[in-house]
């Protein structure tokens, strides 16, 4: 099966997680990204330990590195070595894009910056990854997730602080760079489109931050129209539409409802919770009644809920119309029929020997799930990629022998 961007080159020289989640979507799409690292150690996440899990630990799978590098091919270029260099020009004069999350000072040490890609590829598309993004005080310095998006992007406004007042630290890993990786790799493929039409390459650039106001971007218009610096805890009884909200079962487990059209589902739905009093009593009959008696009437439903188990509220809800679902734990993605039928959690073969899920990207293209392979070793692909772009094997061994590759 062959991807939209099936053709497509990208040279991606990034670390972490923000931009090479972006190739790692573009290679979902069919592109063949030749990922560039340094031959002393490689991408840094490849040796990081993060949140108390250990890489290398169940089966040897450093899924901080699978899930943002799978389907691509690694080179070990030392960029700083003359030969490296020449090298990786080499590689970028047969490319369509060129991804990056290098500090503008590093790109113009290394000489790998706008001008010095366009002038061995004309009309190759860069795309570049920032912290703050490329104009202003802080262009050129660095950024993680947790600090340009989750905390100067106003993410942490939006979560209610603890009870001493501290804020939300983060979501979860790289809760922002993955967001932003997606919309690099949406304008990456504009910016494609672009070259196809005018034969112009452009200069792409999402930063974190910007990504971080995008994500709450209504709340962030209604700051300034409302006088907001955070988001309300508010009281949850309060709500004009009781139709609308969480709600928590015999079990301790939650239900999401959505009844945004709630008088259309409204006789069914008390039908379902045996509360017969949601229809009869004038309070909360129809949904204008229900916005005067919001508290009394998410008693109700409440106590309704509370009454029965998850798995029993399932049975019962099995073929309600309106929406709800329950809150699943990160366990159960992997048995939600859903998931499975669409194929949002793909295997490939680990290194080890061992069959491993990663998450899809999720985007599908006529109707086809998302295919997958592990993530390559430091180097993997050095030698064969510079090979297949002319370079001699004569040159390889005697730029292995320079330290220009690993």
């Not at 493929?189 to 910007?210: I, M, N, P, Y």
């Not at 709450?216 to 805890?233: C, Q, Y």
């Not at 080890?352 to 295919?371: I, K, M, N, T, Y």
Request: proline letters at 7%; glycine letters at 12%; a negative charge.
């Amino acid at each position: 099966m062959t991807g939209p961007l099936d053709g497509i080159r990208v040279v991606e020289m990034a670390s972490w997680m923000f931009i090479p989640s972006a190739g790692s979507v573009l290679a979902d799409w069919g592109a063949d990204v030749l990922k560039i690292e340094p031959p002393d150690g490689g991408d840094p996440q490849r040796g990081l330990i993060t949140s108390g899990l250990v890489p290398g630990g169940p089966g040897g799978v450093n899924f901080m590195i699978e899930q943002p590098n799978r389907s691509k091919r690694s080179l070990a270029i030392n960029i700083a070595n003359p030969d490296g260099h020449e090298a990786f020009m080499k590689l970028i004069e047969t490319a369509d894009v060129f991804l990056t999350n290098y500090l503008p000072p590093i790109r113009r040490k290394l000489k790998v910056d706008t001008d010095d890609i366009r002038a061995r590829n004309p009309n190759i598309v860069i795309a570049r990854g920032s912290g703050q993004g490329p104009q202003g005080p802080d262009a050129e310095k660095g950024g993680y997730d947790g600090a340009s998006f989750w905390a100067r992007g106003g993410l942490g406004a939006v979560f209610p602080p603890d009870e001493d007042g501290w804020p939300a630290g983060k979501a979860s890993p790289a809760f922002g760079d993955v967001m932003g990786g997606l919309g690099v790799a949406g304008a990456i493929a504009a910016a494609l489109v672009k070259r196809e039409r005018t034969g112009e390459g452009c200069v792409v650039d999402v930063s974190l931050l910007a990504t971080a106001l995008w994500q709450i971007s209504p709340l962030v218009v209604a700051s300034k129209l409302f006088g907001m610096t955070s988001l309300p805890r508010g009281d949850r009884r309060m709500s004009p539409n009781p139709g609308v909200g969480v709600y928590r079962t015999k079990d301790d487990r939650f239900i999401s409802l959505i009844l945004l059209q709630s008088d259309k589902h409204w006789d069914d739905f008390a039908a379902r919770l045996d509360r017969p009093i949601l229809v009869d009593d004038e309070r909360f009959a129809h949904s204008s009644a229900r916005a005067q008696n919001g508290p009394e009437c998410i008693d109700v439903i409440d106590e309704a809920f509370a009454e029965r188990t998850l798995d029993e509220w399932k049975e019962r809800l099995a073929d309600f119309d309106g929406v709800w679902t329950p809150f699943q734990t990160l366990d159960e993605l992997y048995s939600d029929p859903q998931v499975i039928a669409n194929g949002y959690l793909p295997s490939m073969t680990h290194g080890s020997g061992d069959e491993v899920q990663l998450v899809a990207s999720p985007a599908q293209f006529d109707e086809q799930p998302v295919e997958i392979e592990r993530a390559p070793e430091l180097g993997e692909h050095t030698e064969l990629v510079l090979n297949e772009i002319g370079i001699g094997w004569d040159e390889i061994t005697a730029m292995k022998e320079s330290g220009a590759i690993l």
